[in-house]
């Protein structure tokens, strides 16, 4: 089979298609045959070595995959010819870009029935750390305020429909570019933070969700009791410290496979109320081109590689 590693860090040229040999499912776990998988910023910063996960390479990237299960072993949770989709392993190596994957079961869920591969290849890891964040840690509850950063980007565009589907009120950080878009998926109020200044511009917020390490000034906009969901800086005790000492709470997420939160997004999917955005889908040849889209920093949801 096909997967891309790398050897070394570096820039997306380091990024190679290799052939491998099929993985076989062991017990409890499922062989998929990939579809598509999605591109993360996490595999960005993992291949440049700026965020040294897996240790030293070489290592296969990626970790969102849709596909169908090719064989399942003794106890699996599906059966051949299943649809799936999930982010297995997490944080460990999962090889994601590659024509198979041998995965625990309960690490992924039946693929959305109204999503081809390629979108429903989008959703697991940037789905699972908005739903984790806003849903398990901040519990989001109807009629809260909630300031969501980056929320064009692949976390916030599904933070954005998680919170409203929660009945929240969302306002949404982003460039004046996405104004439009970030309206569409059901922002109340919008802030441009190039021209604006958030933490003077908003106030008595239930919840702030950070994905841009910005959780001193966020907490200038925490009501008392507020929650400061950190996915940038979940590991910072000093930042947890301070916010717990002004009488908010911090929720640091470190994203995990959960397979019964994918089934909840799936079923907000399937209904209506969640939908991915995919800006653009080029094969696993190209993974490289993919790490350079989602590393410029300007794409609008997710960039994903088409397998089959």
Do not use: C
């Not at 897996?54 to 990626?62: D, R, T, W």
């Not at 940037?126 to 009629?143: H, I, P, Y």
């Not at 800086?233 to 717990?244: D, G, I, Q, S």
């Not at 609008?300 to 089959?308: A, D, E, M």
């Amino acid at each position: 089979m096909r997967a891309v590693i790398q050897k070394s860090f570096g820039g997306p040229e380091v990024l190679e298609l290799v052939e491998r040999d099929t993985p076989a499912p062991l017990g409890g776990e499922v062989l998929v045959r990939v579809h598509a998988s999605g591109v993360n910023p996490v595999d960005v910063a993992v291949r440049s070595g700026a965020y040294p996960l897996l240790g030293e390479p070489p290592f296969g990237v990626g970790w969102d995959v849709s596909g169908v299960v090719e064989e399942a072993g003794a106890g699996a949770r599906f059966k051949a010819g299943d649809e799936v989709f999930g982010m297995p392993f997490f944080p460990r190596a999962a090889t994601g870009y590659a024509d198979y994957v041998a995965v625990p079961s309960r690490q992924v869920a039946r693929k959305p029935a109204t999503l081809d591969h390629a979108q429903a290849a989008s959703v697991p890891l940037a789905a699972l750390t908005a739903w984790q964040g806003l849903v398990d840690a901040a519990r989001l509850a109807e009629g809260q305020r909630v300031l969501i950063h980056r929320a064009a980007g692949g976390v916030g565009h599904f933070a954005v429909q998680i919170a409203k589907a929660r009945g929240a009120h969302v306002t949404a950080l982003t460039s004046a570019a996405h104004h439009d878009f970030v309206r569409e998926l059901g922002a109340d109020r919008i802030i441009d933070y190039r021209t604006t200044d958030y933490a003077e511009a908003t106030e008595d917020m239930d919840v702030v969700f950070d994905s841009s390490s910005e959780g001193e000034r966020a907490l200038s906009v925490l009501k008392p009791g507020g929650t400061l969901v950190s996915i940038m800086e979940h590991w910072n005790t000093e930042l947890a410290a301070r916010v717990e000492n002004e009488g908010r709470r911090f929720a640091g997420v470190s994203v995990e496979p959960d397979y019964a939160s994918l089934e909840a997004i799936a079923a907000l999917i399937d209904a209506g109320r969640v939908r991915p955005h995919v800006s653009a889908s080029l094969p696993l040849e190209q993974a490289a081109k993919a790490h350079e889209l989602v590393g410029s920093g300007r794409t609008r949801g997710k960039v994903v590689l088409t397998v089959v």
